[in-house]
């Protein structure tokens, strides 16, 4: 079997090689069965063709002849029909030649291609095979991070046949280097791309720091506990960036290391301000913060009483009610068993507290997430000064009749000394007018008094010793008159309790040390 097979490829060969040289055979022949080529450049694939001159005394002439890749249901597709290369080919045939051209090459321009031909012979079409593989290759800039630098490599994806010269780029700017690859210190905010030369045209991606760093908020939805929150995180950074997710107050925490990071059933506490880092082998950028804020119903409100305990009647009193809540909540004060609201503020004073004003207040706390309520019970006590004042009333009340009744004798007295003098008939008509006047003025001062039980005690002896001065001086002339008797001067001075029980006499008691004086 081996020998067979050896023998029968020995005689294909030397049948070709016969019929070859008598007359040409159909054949294609390429250039090469491998090309490498770079993106955005030009590419020419070679090929040559031979077919027998005659066939049967036919003379055997090429009808058509064209390059494709694909094959469709009517058979090879020429490139000049397929749109993915139009206006980018050219062919250029002669009788021995087929030449392709492609220009601006693009990655899917990779492919198999096949030279076709077909003559005025029957059966007379052939497809040179296997074809030449076309790659489109690109140059890619390879990022290593080396302890302080940044190495860069200018690489493409198949090798080119002559080791070319590299041509560095750093902010569109052509660098010296002409290496495969350079050192660049990092965070540098430079961009660095290659090429080789004489594709100056076409140049590899450039490769950058994170830049245009945004964190944001994925929905603009209010956020409510218990909701699914996604912060994302985007930057253009080249290699593809790294990035970390962490909360501003606590930032040693490495929340995320995704661009989107996801707070799935959020809580109150999650409220707060969040950033996001993006990192690549040629440096680091930080991104503004993102705000989330949690809104949420009131909790239960804490309520206390200032001051505490039980409370006098008659002070002041401040409950406070507080809430927390997102957002801050409104407060209504409310008395157990009254329907409208007391107040609605967060202190609630009441000033000069009453017995009745006791009982159980309810504050309510309430925003836009709903509501919540708690209870507190203000006990008001009477106060002790209102205990004394109810001792005092009585007594006050006794001691203003007992001076009242004091006042009554002493009047009743008088009107009863007044009545009784001139009853005696031994004082002459004339002395008695003046000590009628007398008593009159000073019943009109002691009415007056009586309105003030405390003053009532002092005022008439004040008013009686001040209207005896008065009257004294008035009654110079009648005392002169009186004391004509020295009877009555004997028995003034003999005894006081005499002059008291005769006014005239009491006068001349008032007046005698002014008389004494005088005389
Ligand atoms: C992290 O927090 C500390 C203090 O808490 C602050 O000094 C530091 O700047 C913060 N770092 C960043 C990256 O915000
Ligand atoms: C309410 O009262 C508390 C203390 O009782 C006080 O700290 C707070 O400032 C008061 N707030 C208002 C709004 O009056
Ligand atoms: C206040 O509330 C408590 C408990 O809820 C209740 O026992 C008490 O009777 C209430 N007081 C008044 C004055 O309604
Ligand atoms: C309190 O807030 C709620 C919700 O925001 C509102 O409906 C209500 O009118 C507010 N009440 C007062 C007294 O401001
Ligand atoms: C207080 O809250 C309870 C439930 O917690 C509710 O039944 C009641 O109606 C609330 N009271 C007020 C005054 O809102």
Same mark, same amino acid.
């Given at each position: 079997?081996?020998?067979?097979?050896?023998?029968?490829?020995?005689?294909?060969?030397?049948?070709?090689?016969?019929?070859?040289?008598?007359?040409?055979?159909?054949s294609v022949k390429y250039g090469s069965?491998?090309?490498?080529?770079?993106?955005?450049?030009?590419?020419?694939?070679?090929?040559?063709?031979?077919?027998?001159?005659?066939?049967?005394?036919?003379?055997?002439?090429?009808?058509?002849?064209?390059?494709?890749?694909?094959?469709?249901?009517?058979?090879?597709?020429?490139?000049?029909?397929?749109?993915?290369?139009?206006?980018?080919?050219?062919?250029?045939?002669?009788?021995? #030649?087929?030449?392709l051209t492609i220009r601006d090459l693009?990655?899917?321009?990779?492919?198999? $291609?096949?030279?076709?031909?077909?003559?005025?012979?029957?059966?007379?079409?052939?497809?040179?095979?296997?074809?030449?593989?076309?790659?489109?290759?690109?140059?890619?800039?390879?990022?290593?991070? &080396?302890?302080?630098?940044?190495?860069?490599?200018?690489?493409?994806?198949?090798?080119?046949?002559?080791?070319?010269? $590299?041509?560095?780029?750093?902010?569109?700017?052509?660098?010296?280097?002409?290496?495969?690859?350079?050192?660049?210190?990092?965070?540098?905010?430079?961009?660095?791309?290659?090429?080789?030369?004489?594709?100056?045209?076409?140049?590899?991606?450039?490769?950058?720091?994170?830049?245009?760093?945004?964190?944001?908020?994925?929905?603009?939805?209010?956020?409510?506990?218990?909701?699914?929150?996604?912060?994302?995180?985007?930057?253009?950074?080249?290699?593809?960036?790294?990035?970390?997710?962490?909360?501003?107050?606590?930032?040693?925490?490495?929340?995320?290391?995704?661009?989107?990071?996801? &707070?799935?059933?959020?809580?109150?506490?999650?409220?707060?301000?969040?950033?996001?880092?993006?990192? #690549?082998?040629?440096?680091?950028?930080?991104?503004?913060?993102?705000?989330?804020?949690?809104? $949420?119903?009131?909790?239960?409100?804490?309520?206390?009483?200032?001051?505490?305990?039980?409370?006098?009647?008659?002070?002041?009193?401040?409950?406070?009610?507080?809430?927390?809540?997102?957002?801050?909540?409104?407060?209504?004060?409310?008395?157990?068993?009254?329907?409208?609201?007391?107040?609605?503020?967060? #202190?609630?004073?009441?000033?000069?507290?009453?017995?009745?004003?006791?009982?159980?207040?309810?504050?309510?706390?309430?925003?836009?997430?709903?509501?919540?309520?708690?209870?507190?019970?203000?006990?008001?006590?009477?106060?002790?000064?209102?205990?004394?004042?109810?001792?005092?009333?009585?007594?006050?009340?006794?001691?203003?009749? &007992?001076?009242?009744?004091?006042?009554?004798?002493?009047?009743?007295?008088?009107?009863?000394?007044?009545?009784?003098?001139?009853?005696?008939?031994?004082?002459?008509?004339?002395?008695?007018?003046?000590?009628?006047?007398?008593?009159?003025?000073?019943?009109?001062?002691?009415?007056?008094?009586?309105?003030?039980?405390?003053?009532? #005690?002092?005022?008439?002896?004040?008013?009686?010793?001040? &209207?005896?001065?008065?009257?004294?001086?008035?009654?110079?002339?009648?005392?002169?008159?009186?004391?004509?008797?020295?009877?009555?001067?004997?028995?003034?001075?003999?005894?006081?309790?005499?002059?008291?029980?005769?006014?005239?006499?009491?006068?001349?008691?008032?007046?005698?040390?002014?008389?004494?004086?005088?005389?």
């Amino acid at each position: 079997m081996s020998f067979s097979a050896a023998a029968s490829g020995f005689a294909v060969l030397f049948l070709s090689v016969t019929v070859g040289q008598a007359k040409p055979s159909w054949s294609v022949k390429y250039g090469s069965s491998q090309i490498c080529a770079l993106k955005g450049s030009t590419v020419k694939i070679k090929c040559t063709f031979t077919y027998p001159s005659e066939r049967g005394r036919k003379t055997t002439n090429v009808e058509t002849s064209f390059w494709f890749t694909k094959v469709n249901y009517q058979g090879p597709l020429d490139l000049k029909k397929d749109s993915d290369y139009n206006g980018r080919i050219t062919y250029e045939f002669t009788k021995k #030649n087929c030449i392709l051209t492609i220009r601006d090459l693009k990655q899917s321009d990779s492919a198999k $291609y096949k030279f076709r031909f077909t003559t005025n012979q029957p059966t007379g079409s052939y497809t040179g095979l296997p074809g030449v593989t076309l790659t489109v290759a690109d140059f890619r800039v390879q990022v290593r991070r &080396l302890e302080t630098l940044t190495e860069l490599k200018c690489e493409s994806s198949c090798d080119l046949n002559e080791p070319p010269s $590299y041509v560095w780029y750093k902010k569109e700017q052509k660098m010296e280097e002409k290496s495969p690859s350079i050192q660049v210190s990092v965070r540098d905010d430079n961009s660095y791309s290659c090429s080789v030369k004489g594709h100056k045209d076409y140049r590899s991606p450039s490769v950058y720091a994170p830049k245009l760093l945004i964190a944001s908020l994925m929905s603009s939805d209010e956020i409510t506990e218990g909701s699914s929150v996604t912060l994302s995180c985007s930057s253009e950074a080249n290699p593809a960036a790294k990035y970390t997710w962490k909360k501003k107050k606590n930032n040693q925490t490495v929340l995320s290391q995704a661009p989107q990071f996801v &707070l799935s059933s959020i809580l109150s506490s999650d409220s707060g301000q969040y950033y996001c880092t993006a990192k #690549n082998e040629l440096g680091e950028r930080t991104s503004g913060s993102v705000s989330v804020d949690v809104k $949420y119903a009131p909790r239960p409100p804490s309520v206390t009483v200032t001051p505490s305990g039980e409370i006098m009647e008659g002070s002041s009193v401040t409950l406070t009610c507080s809430s927390d809540a997102n957002p801050a909540a409104n407060y209504t004060w409310y008395k157990e068993g009254e329907e409208s609201p007391k107040a609605s503020v967060l #202190n609630f004073t009441i000033t000069n507290i009453m017995v009745q004003d006791g009982g159980n207040y309810s504050c309510e706390a309430q925003n836009s997430r709903g509501n919540s309520n708690a209870t507190i019970t203000v006990t008001v006590v009477a106060a002790p000064w209102n205990q004394v004042t109810a001792a005092a009333v009585p007594v006050a009340f006794l001691a203003f009749i &007992l001076i009242c009744l004091f006042l009554w004798i002493i009047r009743k007295k008088k009107g009863w000394k007044q009545q009784s003098g001139p009853g005696a008939g031994q004082i002459p008509r004339e002395q008695v007018k003046p000590a009628e006047e007398n008593v009159i003025y000073a019943n009109v001062h002691l009415t007056k008094e009586h309105k003030d039980p405390l003053y009532a #005690n002092v005022s008439p002896a004040q008013s009686k010793r001040h &209207l005896k001065n008065r009257k004294a001086e008035e009654m110079v002339e009648y005392a002169s008159v009186n004391f004509d008797s020295t009877k009555a001067g004997a028995r003034a001075e003999s005894k006081k309790q005499d002059a008291a029980e005769d006014p005239a006499a009491l006068y001349s008691t008032v007046n005698k040390p002014r008389k004494n004086g005088t005389s």
